[in-house]
């Protein structure tokens, strides 16, 4: 199998496979007991928030949390009352729970896209709570100018959420916003852990409560998917100029073999181990169904079974027909340039197969 999913998750490093395995064989303690063994749990959970953290602007502190999902649901239906503004292309999780608070404001994005500043700057008014902006989009991978989101929203008194999910470790997380969402099992961690980031002084309400274990978050931790997490992310860091080189050595060659396909997105402003691509008259299903030995997409994982086009290509002017012949491919760190080009010539065979066949 040749994996080309990286958005929807990412291969567990070994190394955070080999730090997870004591905790969960025989270092079996609650981290929240005070007795000898709970409290080597607890230290556990310390170094890994401290590993998470370092990837993270100063002045915060990391909250875990179960995923990404839990951490955005409590940044934003904890956020103070008022309006929140967010934008057309945010992950489904941002769009319903904002949704479930009575709704809000939501940015368009042009073709390309990127968010309209300056409807941006129309909407950020005085009275707003919160803004939520992805940094690189599940989808299309394009870049958001997060840094200049977050001005516009502290000029008016408001929060900045980030949603960092595919950016952290990747893309730079600009100083300026208030909060950060993260997922472990997309940076190379284990599925079932994430975290929230929280600037100094920032408290959105709880979501759960209980024992208040994380203050504002409540739950018994597990110091073996915290132990992956923390170990994942410290490989970010040190492998984070090697992992951008070899990014961009894949995007190169797929671009190289990749004739007659559209890329969706900006090019200029985007993660390059994402790329989103459509060619007319293809049916991705058949392509999928097809290519059983390479895994990639026709969109994001979580909307997967929905059946309807992306919200996400509709929202850049995609029609329908062209949204349903687009595939997502996702490549990083343990994907090799030859994998890749038997994949990418196996795509491109199938879809010329396609329309021979038509």
């Given amino acids: 199998m040749i994996y080309l999913d990286y958005q929807a998750t990412t291969p567990l490093a070994p190394e955070a496979f080999d730090a997870m395995v004591p905790w969960l064989r025989d270092q079996f303690a609650n981290p929240h007991s005070p007795h000898r063994a709970g409290r080597a749990a607890k230290a556990a959970v310390e170094v890994a928030r401290e590993q998470v953290a370092a990837l993270l602007p100063a002045g915060g502190r990391v909250a875990f949390t179960g995923g990404a999902t839990e951490a955005l649901n409590w940044a934003i239906k904890g956020a103070p009352p008022g309006p929140v503004v967010t934008i057309a ?10 949704a479930a608070r009575g709704g809000g404001i939501v940015l368009p994005v042009g073709a390309d896209g990127l968010v309209d500043l300056a409807a941006a700057e129309r909407a950020i008014v005085p009275g707003v709570s919160l803004v939520v902006a992805m940094l690189v989009n599940n989808e299309i991978g394009v870049v958001q100018p997060v840094d200049e989101l977050a001005r516009l929203a502290h000029r008016s008194g408001a929060l900045l959420l980030c949603d960092a999910v595919q950016g952290y470790g990747r893309v ?10 993260l997922s472990a099992h997309k940076v190379h961690g284990p599925k079932g852990v994430g975290a929230l980031w929280l600037r100094d002084g920032v408290r959105p309400a709880p979501l759960l409560h209980g024992g208040d274990q994380e203050d504002g978050r409540s739950g018994t931790l597990s110091p073996a998917l915290c132990a992956g997490f923390g170990v994942a992310a410290q490989l970010m860091r040190a492998r984070a100029r090697d992992d951008a080189a070899h990014v961009e050595r894949l995007w190169r060659l797929a671009l190289a073999r990749l004739e007659g396909w559209t890329i969706n997105g900006s090019v200029e402003r985007r993660y390059l181990g994402n790329l989103n691509i459509r060619r007319d008259g293809i049916d991705v299903a058949r392509m999928i169904s097809d290519l059983r030995d390479v895994a990639f997409s026709a969109g994001s994982a979580c909307a997967s079974g929905s059946g309807r086009p992306s919200h996400v290509l509709r929202a850049i002017g995609l029609s329908d027909a062209a949204a349903r012949s687009t595939i997502r491919l996702g490549f990083g760190r343990y994907t090799s340039a030859d994998d890749l080009a038997i994949a990418l010539d196996r795509i491109t065979a199938a879809a010329a197969a396609q329309r021979v066949a038509a």
């Fill in 172 to 181: 730079a997380i600009p100083d300026s916003v208030d909060m950060v969402a």
């Fill in 89 to 98: 292309t945010e992950h489904a999780v941002v769009l319903d729970s904002v």
